[in-house]
T-cell receptor, first 114, second 119 residues
Framework: GNSVTQMEGPVTLSEEAFLTINCTYTATGYPSLFWYVQYPGEGLQLLLKATKADDKGSNKGFEATYRKETTSFHLEKGSVQVSDSAVYFC?????????????FGTGTKLQVIP | DAGVIQSPRHEVTEMGQEVTLRCKPI?????LFWYRQTMMRGLELLIY????????DSGMPEDRFSAKMPNASFSTLKIQPSEPRDSAVYFC?????????????????FGPGTRLTVL
């Protein structure tokens, strides 16, 4: 079955540091890939997505590129802020017919200190 | 748009009591999902509905859990009787089909969650 593996957290960075959160996936076909973010006390919200190989998703300074050859979708940001402190979930969706089942990773907690 | 609405935001109950969690999806969305989030197991899909019909409840942990969607704007998740191991954050999410393609858009919109504590 499908699976998503992301790096263990927590990740602690100083403000303005470079961020990478690794994500790799296993899927039988050609999934769509996502990063969701969960701020404290809130539900998950979509951060960015990519639907085919070599696509780059970007939002709020975050980027991730769909790498089919390495089955990866690593999240990056050039300069993190304290407000980026949250839990980040990598996910994929794949399916046929009406519903595309979403598989989430376990989440990586990011803490940014001033 | 108000987004996905869940109530209550926090629930504390005693073991053996019935618990009902409520969800109002985004208007126009025809898929509704219930998830459970714990530190040990992460985010688990419990059940999802399409056009108010339960499609896959294979994630429901046991018969103590039940979910209904009587109309397009309301769903409930009930636990009866509740147990301490049910303590978790329960999320509701919704999504919709793209016009013309007949396929969901992939993106799920999550509510703020209900934090359930069973003593």
């Amino acid at each position: 079955g499908n699976s998503v593996t992301q790096m263990e957290g927590p990740v602690t960075l100083s403000e303005e540091a470079f961020l990478t959160i690794n994500c790799t996936y296993t899927a039988t076909g050609y999934p769509s890939l996502f990063w969701y973010v969960q701020y404290p006390g809130e539900g998950l919200q979509l951060l960015l997505k990519a639907t085919k190989a070599d696509d780059k998703g970007s939002n709020k300074g975050f980027e991730a590129t769909y790498r089919k050859e390495t089955t990866s979708f690593h999240l990056e940001k050039g300069s993190v802020q304290v407000s980026d402190s949250a839990v980040y979930f990598c996910a994929l969706s794949e399916g046929s017919g009406g519903y595309q089942k979403v598989t989430f990773g376990t989440g990586t907690k990011l803490q940014v200190i001033p | 748009d108000a987004g996905v609405i869940q109530s209550p935001r926090h629930e504390v109950t005693e073991m053996g009591q019935e618990v009902t969690l409520r969800c109002k999806p985004i208007s126009g969305h025809d898929y509704l999902f219930w998830y459970r989030q714990t530190m040990m197991r992460g985010l688990e899909l419990l059940i999802y509905f399409n056009n108010n019909v339960p499609i896959d409840d294979s994630g429901m942990p046991e018969d103590r859990f039940s979910a209904k969607m009587p109309n397009a704007s309301f769903s409930t998740l009930k636990i009866q009787p509740s147990e301490p191991r049910d303590s978790a954050v329960y999320f509701c999410a919704s999504s919709f089909r793209t016009s013309g393609s007949g396929r969901p858009t992939d993106t799920q919109y999550f509510g703020p969650g209900t934090r359930l504590t069973v003593l």
